[in-house]
């Protein structure tokens, strides 16, 4: 988990100085992951994973892109294996909305 954060962190510090992030941003969030069609209200329990957990996220965009790192901390686990660090990575760009 340490290693992770100290990634975030390089991120955060790069993205200032690269041309690609004109915005970099630092945020937390709460997110629950499971599977829509699995578990309640379409089977018992037993059949759904799931993870809730808290992330810290560096986050750089430039107009419409934008790419994002990410470390958390598993609250309740139903079925997801290994630690209870976590992971995320995304990059995307926006179609409509946000520039």
Known sequence: MKVSVGVVCLLLAGCGSVPFCNTPSLRTEYEHISHLSVGPPFGPQSEEDWIDQVSLIG????????AEIGVGYILTNGGFYGPEDTFTGRAGYYLLGEE
């Open 59 to 66: 986050r750089c965009s430039k107009g419409r892109a934008y």
